[in-house]
């Protein structure tokens, strides 16, 4: 059956056709009411969006600033040889690594590639140390220069007291290599322990001293040597630093070495520090040197 529609609606009555109209004017208002309540949703969520990049953008460096403030400063144990009485912070793991050469006065030298160390703090006051070093050493004499790894070192330090006044800040260090990890003509034939009594006084606050004494064994021998280390630093602006290191070994057997070390450091970040530094023989100077360079890195 075919169905005329132009015909449907002109048979329809006018009161028909008006209500048809009222109810197709009350749906397009509808329309129209809903279509305006979405615009001014839609207004009102790219304002509140605003206000929220805004607030975020201005709280942002302020939480920055506050983790940055909550944040330990990293404690470095490079360069120099005498150590100052601070440990590893609690829980932090802190990445001693440094490159150098070294000359000596008999023709050897030595290129140390990687000389690295671990240090974990395990409580407020102790931290654990773990290193070692991968050297190109040549003696002198040999046409080639051989390659090797030192003897694995573990030990610990320990912060006994914490100075207060003239009263100088007590650490301890005790260290010993293995006879069993390392490049084999370079391992000591038995356990080769170190003990040093640590001691700082921070003067100013840009100027501190710090002093070692200890005992070395070398595993091959029960007479130790003695260590005494005496250490100037000076500190600008939180940043900058500069150090001047006496360093010596004393041996009735083997002899005695007075040594110095200089050297500068740049704390780049609270977890980053570099350090050159360059040493010198007191009793053959310019026959004996070594240079160096570094970085100190607290990892978490």
Same mark, same amino acid.
């Given at each position: 059956m075919k169905y005329d529609l132009s015909e449907s609606i002109s048979q329809r009555s006018s009161g028909e056709k008006d209500?048809?109209?009222?109810?197709?004017?009350?749906?397009?208002?509808?329309?129209?009411?809903?279509?305006?309540?979405?615009?001014?949703?839609?207004?009102?969520?790219?304002?509140?969006m605003k206000?929220?990049?805004?607030? +975020?953008? +201005?709280? +942002?460096?302020?939480?920055?600033?506050?983790?940055?403030d909550e944040l330990p400063t990293v404690v470095?144990?490079?360069?120099g040889y005498t150590w100052g009485a601070d440990v590893t912070p609690h829980q932090k793991l802190i990445w001693d690594h440094g490159f150098g050469f070294e000359k000596t006065p008999e023709g050897a030298s030595t290129f140390t590639l990687s000389s690295s160390l671990l240090r974990?703090?395990?409580f407020e006051n102790m931290e654990l140390r773990l290193g070692t070093d991968f *050297? *190109?050493?040549?003696?002198?004499?040999? *046409?080639?220069?051989? +390659?090797?790894?030192?003897p694995l070192t573990i030990g610990t330090k320990l912060k006994v007291y914490e100075g207060s006044g003239i009263l100088p800040s007590i650490?301890?260090?005790?260290?010993?290599? &293995?006879?069993?990890?390392? &490049?084999?003509?370079?391992?000591?034939?038995?356990?080769?322990? &170190?003990l040093y009594l640590v001691f700082e006084n921070p003067v100013t606050d840009w100027f501190g001293i710090c002093y070692n004494v200890g005992e070395q064994w070398n595993g091959e021998t029960a007479k130790p040597t003695t260590f005494l280390g005496l250490c100037l630093y000076f500190s600008s602006y939180d940043q900058f630093g500069a150090f001047v290191d006496f360093y010596n070994y004393l041996n009735s057997e083997k002899g005695n070495q007075y040594m110095s070390e200089i050297g500068f450091t740049w704390l780049v970040s609270r977890r980053v520090q570099l350090d050159i530094e360059g040493d010198f023989d007191l009793q053959n100077f310019g026959k004996y040197y070594a240079i160096g360079c570094g970085v100190s890195w607290m990892i978490n």
């Open positions: 209500a048809e109209n009222h109810r197709i004017k009350e749906i397009a208002d509808e329309l129209r009411r809903r279509c305006q309540l979405y615009e001014e949703e839609s207004r009102n969520g790219k304002s509140i206000k929220a990049l805004i607030l +975020f953008l +201005f709280l +942002f460096p302020l939480t920055l600033c506050y983790a940055q470095p144990d490079r360069p974990y703090g395990l *050297m *190109m050493y040549n003696d002198g004499e040999a *046409m080639e220069p051989t +390659f090797g790894i030192n650490g301890l260090l005790a260290e010993v290599q &293995s006879p069993h990890v390392g &490049s084999k003509d370079l391992l000591p034939s038995h356990l080769a322990p &170190s």
